[in-house]
């Protein structure tokens, strides 16, 4: 299952960089992860310091 980031985020750019296939873009006031591309890794829920990524 995909991950999501919620309300909680403060898009500070963290997951973004550790998303190893490109799967989190800038959203509507803060980023989301595209389920199709997401290889559910997990590596963005330990990269959030806000706890803002969850599974979907």
């Known amino acids: 299952m995909a991950y999501i980031i919620t309300d909680d985020c403060t898009t500070c750019g963290s997951c973004v960089d550790e998303c ?3 799967a989190i873009s800038e959203g509507d006031g803060k980023y989301v992860i595209d389920a199709d591309t997401c290889a559910e890794c997990g590596a963005c829920v330990d990269a959030c310091p806000s706890g803002a990524i ?3």
């Open 54 to 56: 969850i599974e979907g």
């Open 20 to 22: 190893a296939v490109g």
